[in-house]
């Protein structure tokens, strides 16, 4: 029989996560959509406790303690290991108390193993504990997280048959999941009931989350209704209720109307944050009146409140869409006049500059700059040069990037992969092509639709079909369903070498629905040998025809150097600041020549004026 002692405080920074062999609950690595184990103790259904403290229901310290730890790594991101916490502390025969069933719940949750949760109101009880509201909440609102409603609302049933009386965050929880799902006149049943209930009361979160429903849906109409009763009830609109209407006349092209919620905000005595001045300047961007969008950055500074790299970046993006350079300009002026500092986005902003217009040791240098600047690149500044170094008929320096990806600690996305497996096929090189793809797989990056696709393209213009078509059922062992345009890649790549028959034979199966790799005329190994009897080169002219991947432009824009270089000359400085931000985020990179030529165009608008800030 085990006495529980007192923790020692050093446990909690040298604690290991015990080893899975452990672990009584037997948890599964694997997505519940393949596999979904429950969460039970390891011996019988309920945890018997062989601590004398535990027996007692005293409060037992070493629980105490264990749930603490739980807390501290699902706050680290590390749920697993909380699991295995919770494992080791039934192993050891101690009993979890309803605070660390919650908390196990918060780990489940984080896992997205929904299913496992389900189970543990029957263990709990069983275990001689009567759930309590804030379990039941933990449970609704990891079901309402995950757009399961449903399950959401069986668990609120049991949790008023079991006598627990709901609260107001357990009817916030089901609103908000009701929300998410497009179902906001469900969010306004509940709020009618809630009404009815006299121990729990809407509280303004209340509100806003039924204005936010409504709002998703874009009826403004009835938001502002929820608001006219949200004030009849004694309660009076806040910041976040301003933003979240304020959103949904910018999205619905309105911004205009969003601006205007800042006299009722400071009617009310309410003061607007960067939020509300960040979905205002955004709104006018994306609406191209970028005329009031830079009126009311300038507006910012008599409201007291700073512009942020959110607003600057949303500035410097809109006046590239509409090519006012004059306009980049003075947003690129206000920024130093307010201080505001690059990070990782706006140095790849610049990047995709000298990227798109061909000029990679410069696009490599504003990199090596953002490095010494101490800002860590991510996955979307190496697909920026992944891009660049394709577009210049480079595949190999974009390969290499995979190592300088490992030294920085950044995993390797499908979206680079796919660029530079499009890098070499657009050589005509398709071992080096195969080589990343088996190097992608070695790693766990799972190929998407356009990585096969690219190789296929690639093994068409290599004149090797065959090799095209086998891509079909390495395809359907990943999962991964192809399409008509993946079969039309294929029968493309047949009618190149002069075998018409095999290509129609692949447009037959995709008009059948049936995406097969068998040949039933002629069998793919004599199909080969009598096309290598035809002694047919690969040629590489037309590399520009696969759809949607990146390709080389040995050239670049002529336009688009000659004026950099003028910029150059005129600001001899290696650390610049050029305006560009044409992507924000990680967007897929693949590019066809429409977009090419008017990138090349574009920028050699824009570059010939474009001011250069120095960065200290």
Not at 46 to 72: F, P, W, Y
Not at 231 to 255: H, L
Request: with cysteine; hydrophobic share 40%; aromatic share 8%.
């Amino acid at each position: 029989m085990c006495v529980c002692m007192f923790t020692n405080p050093q446990f909690f920074n040298h604690a290991k996560p015990i080893s899975p062999s452990f672990l009584p609950l037997q948890v599964s690595h694997i997505h519940e959509e393949d596999q979904s184990p429950s969460v039970t103790p390891s011996t019988d259904s309920e945890v018997k406790s062989k601590c004398v403290v535990c027996l007692g229901n005293n409060g037992c310290r070493t629980v105490h303690a264990r749930t603490k730890l739980m807390n501290i790594l699902i706050e680290k991101g590390k749920p697993q290991e909380a699991l295995s916490i919770f494992n080791s502390l039934t192993e050891e025969g101690h009993k979890p108390t309803l605070l660390t069933y919650t908390t196990l719940v918060s780990a489940l949750t984080r896992q997205k193993r929904y299913k496992s949760i389900t189970a543990l109101i029957s263990e709990v009880e069983e275990n001689g504990l009567k759930p309590d509201s804030i379990l039941f909440n933990a449970m609704i609102n990891a079901f309402s997280e995950s757009g399961n409603v449903k399950e959401a609302m069986k668990i609120f049933q049991k949790m008023k048959k079991s006598g627990c009386k709901p609260t107001t965050s357990t009817f916030n929880t089901l609103m908000k999941g009701y929300g998410n799902i497009g179902k906001a006149d469900e969010s306004s049943k509940l709020l009618d009931l809630m009404l009815q209930d006299e121990n729990a009361q809407p509280n303004d979160r209340t509100y806003n989350i039924l204005i936010r429903a409504w709002c998703n849906k874009k009826n403004i109409k009835e938001a502002w209704n929820v608001v006219y009763r949200m004030v009849a009830s004694g309660m009076y609109p806040d910041v976040v209720t301003y933003n979240t209407i304020a959103r949904a006349y910018a999205q619905n092209g309105e911004t205009y109307r969003a601006e205007q919620m800042i006299f009722e905000m400071q009617n009310n005595k309410v003061a607007p944050n960067e939020r509300s001045c960040g979905i205002i300047v955004t709104g006018y961007c994306k609406e191209g009146n970028m005329t009031e969008a830079l009126r009311f950055a300038y507006r910012m500074k008599e409201l007291g409140v700073q512009p942020n790299l959110v607003v600057f970046n949303s500035l410097i993006k809109g006046f590239l869409d509409v090519t006012d350079t004059d306009g980049v300009d003075e947003a690129l002026t206000l920024m130093e006049e307010f201080g505001v500092k690059p990070d990782v986005i706006t140095f790849s902003t610049i990047m995709n500059a000298w990227s798109s217009a061909g000029l990679m040791d410069k696009c490599q240098e504003i990199f090596d700059d953002m490095v010494k600047a101490g800002i860590e690149p991510d996955a979307h500044a190496f697909s920026i040069l992944a891009k660049g170094y394709v577009r210049a008929g480079e595949p190999g320096e974009a390969e290499s990037l995979l190592d300088s990806m490992s030294k920085f600690g950044v995993h390797p996305n499908v979206v680079i992969f796919t660029t530079i497996i499009s890098g070499w096929c657009s050589a005509g090189k398709m071992e080096h092509a195969a080589r990343v793809y088996e190097k992608m797989c070695e790693i766990g990056v799972s190929a998407n639709l356009t990585t096969y696709e690219t190789l296929i393209w690639g093994y068409g213009e290599a004149k090797q079909p065959w090799k095209a078509e086998e891509l079909l059922q390495v395809m359907q062992e990943k999962g991964i369903s192809a399409e008509r345009s993946t079969m039309q890649l294929v029968a493309d790549a047949w009618r190149a070498i002069g075998l018409p028959s095999e290509a129609r034979r692949i447009v037959k199966n995709v008009d059948r629905g049936a995406a097969s790799n068998k040949t039933d005329e002629i069998p793919a190994e004599s199909l080969e040998k009598a096309y290598r009897k035809q002694n047919l080169t690969a040629p590489y002219s037309n590399l520009l025809q696969i759809p949607g991947v990146a390709i080389p432009d040995q050239n670049g824009s002529s336009a688009a150097k000659t004026s950099i270089q003028m910029a150059l000359k005129k600001y001899n400085s290696s650390s610049m600041f050029l305006a560009r931000a044409s992507i924000f985020g990680v967007l897929p990179v693949t590019v066809c020549r429409k977009q090419l030529t008017t990138m090349d165009t574009m920028h050699g608008q824009f570059v010939n004026s474009c001011k250069l800030v120095f960065i200290n």
